[in-house]
């Protein structure tokens, strides 16, 4: 067992112990309260730049189970405050150490996450290093941004996916900003055809393939950032029925002129309560995000769902444009489910039976 710091930008610091990867690294500190799914965190691209504090206290009793990979691990650090050594799941092909090690991603255990957890809530998300000593000059750590996240993790060439089971029913071009493996699957599952498609590529490549939808999946980093991808989004508009998820939804609310902004500390976490506007229900939902739409600022959308604890928006319709997007992720592995209907509804946009 060997000792590390986690050094927080206002100069806090916190004593653990060393896992994964022996290796110093800073990267911009986020709370996750997921009780369940540590695999499909950390094969979630979403996460791209950032060290990943897990506020539920024993991580890694499943093991690592390559089938609910979302898609490469793109963490800078993970920091828990119990690390299982001896992982019991029939599905298990190896450990969180072992993991973290092969893709040289440090990890520290041992500290108080709740306590780092109300610091975040209190100050916001902020910059944080892993390492063996304590440096005395702080610059670097604070003057750490994320950013280029989406051409990180987008992959390089574009792939085509067959449905599952008999010819298929739809042919849908997926734009990967980062994209977890599952809304692929989903697709798939409902007769469709994926193409995925890397970020840099070019509505008129898009539209060449003549397909019946348009996926703009999750992915890291700051939405205002990624100015060709919503220049493309544009072209996009009206052209075919689009649904947008995650940064897929923010991308589309600047791509009609509205604007996005950062929350203090983001929504992490598979247990946030959103409200259908148009309904009586309110769905849990599975989500990872740092920013959030200015709901007022999108003028040509309507807010669709909102957050019950923040009243952040959760979902834009595009009347006239053949788009709705949300915030949230309906195609959740790990849970949960409420709102896989939305895939649903995107193949009946598909049929032609809903504009």
Same mark, same amino acid.
């Given at each position: 067992?060997?000792?590390?710091?986690?050094?927080?930008?206002?100069?806090?610091?916190?004593?653990?112990?060393?896992?994964?990867?022996?290796? #110093?690294?800073?990267?911009?500190?986020?709370?996750?309260?997921?009780?369940?799914?540590?695999?499909?965190?950390?094969?979630?691209?979403?996460?791209?730049?950032? *060290?990943?504090?897990?506020? /539920?206290?024993?991580?890694?009793?499943?093991? *690592?189970?390559?089938?609910?990979?979302?898609?490469?691990?793109?963490?800078?650090?993970?920091?828990?405050?119990?690390?299982?050594?001896?992982?019991?799941?029939?599905? !298990? $092909?190896?450990?969180? #150490?072992?993991?973290?090690?092969?893709?040289?991603?440090?990890?520290? %255990?041992?500290?108080?996450?709740?306590?780092?957890?109300?610091?975040?809530?209190?100050?916001?998300?902020?910059?944080? +290093?892993?390492? #063996?000593?304590?440096?005395?000059?702080?610059?670097?750590?604070?003057? %750490? !941004?994320?950013?280029?996240?989406?051409?990180?993790?987008?992959?390089? $060439?574009?792939?085509?996916?067959?449905?599952?089971?008999?010819?298929?029913?739809?042919?849908?071009? +997926?734009?990967?900003?980062? =994209?977890?493996?599952?809304?692929?699957?989903?697709?798939?599952?409902?007769?469709? $055809?994926?193409?995925?498609?890397?970020?840099?590529?070019? =509505?008129?490549?898009?539209?060449?393939?003549?397909?019946?939808?348009?996926?703009?999946?999750?992915?890291?980093?700051?939405? =205002?950032?990624?100015? /060709?991808?919503?220049?493309? *989004?544009?072209? +996009?508009?009206?052209?075919?029925?689009?649904?947008? *998820?995650?940064?897929?939804?923010?991308?589309?609310?600047?791509?009609?002129?509205?604007?996005?902004?950062?929350?203090?500390?983001?929504?992490?976490?598979?247990?946030?309560?959103?409200?259908?506007?148009?309904?009586?229900?309110? %769905?849990?939902?599975?989500?990872?995000? &740092? /920013?959030?739409? #200015?709901?007022? !600022?999108?003028?040509?959308?309507?807010?669709?769902?909102?957050? =019950?604890?923040?009243?952040?928006? $959760?979902?834009?319709?595009?009347? &006239?444009?053949?788009?709705?997007?949300?915030?949230?992720?309906?195609?959740?592995?790990?849970?949960?489910?409420?709102?896989?209907? +939305?895939?649903?509804?995107?193949?009946?946009?598909?049929?032609?039976?809903?504009?």
């Amino acid at each position: 067992m060997k000792t590390g710091y986690l050094v927080l930008a206002d100069g806090q610091v916190f004593q653990g112990l060393r896992f994964g990867a022996e290796a #110093d690294t800073v990267g911009e500190l986020v709370f996750t309260t997921g009780m369940c799914g540590y695999v499909e965190t950390l094969t979630d691209p979403s996460y791209a730049g950032q *060290i990943v504090l897990q506020t /539920y206290p024993l991580i890694g009793n499943c093991g *690592i189970i390559p089938e609910d990979f979302e898609g490469d691990c793109h963490v800078r650090g993970y920091v828990v405050r119990e690390r299982c050594d001896h992982p019991s799941n029939f599905r !298990s $092909e190896g450990d969180l #150490d072992g993991f973290l090690k092969e893709r040289g991603v440090p990890g520290l %255990y041992g500290v108080d996450t709740r306590q780092l957890t109300r610091i975040l809530r209190e100050s916001g998300v902020m910059n944080a +290093l892993i390492c #063996d000593q304590v440096p005395p000059d702080l610059s670097v750590l604070r003057s %750490y !941004s994320v950013s280029g996240a989406v051409e990180a993790v987008t992959r390089k $060439e574009a792939a085509v996916f067959p449905p599952e089971g008999g010819s298929p029913r739809f042919r849908v071009a +997926l734009l990967d900003y980062g =994209a977890k493996r599952n809304i692929t699957q989903e697709l798939r599952k409902r007769g469709c $055809e994926v193409t995925v498609f890397p970020a840099s590529t070019a =509505a008129e490549t898009v539209l060449a393939m003549k397909p019946d939808g348009v996926m703009l999946s999750n992915g890291p980093g700051d939405p =205002a950032e990624n100015v /060709y991808q919503i220049a493309q *989004i544009q072209k +996009l508009l009206g052209k075919v029925p689009l649904f947008g *998820i995650c940064l897929g939804h923010q991308l589309t609310a600047l791509a009609a002129g509205g604007k996005t902004y950062k929350l203090k500390y983001g929504h992490r976490g598979v247990n946030q309560p959103v409200r259908d506007l148009g309904g009586p229900r309110t %769905y849990i939902t599975s989500q990872n995000h &740092g /920013y959030a739409v #200015d709901a007022g !600022s999108v003028k040509r959308g309507r807010v669709s769902f909102a957050n =019950a604890n923040d009243g952040t928006c $959760e979902g834009l319709d595009y009347p &006239g444009l053949r788009a709705f997007t949300v915030q949230f992720h309906p195609e959740a592995r790990g849970g949960p489910r409420d709102t896989a209907f +939305l895939f649903d509804r995107f193949v009946e946009w598909m049929k032609g039976g809903e504009r």
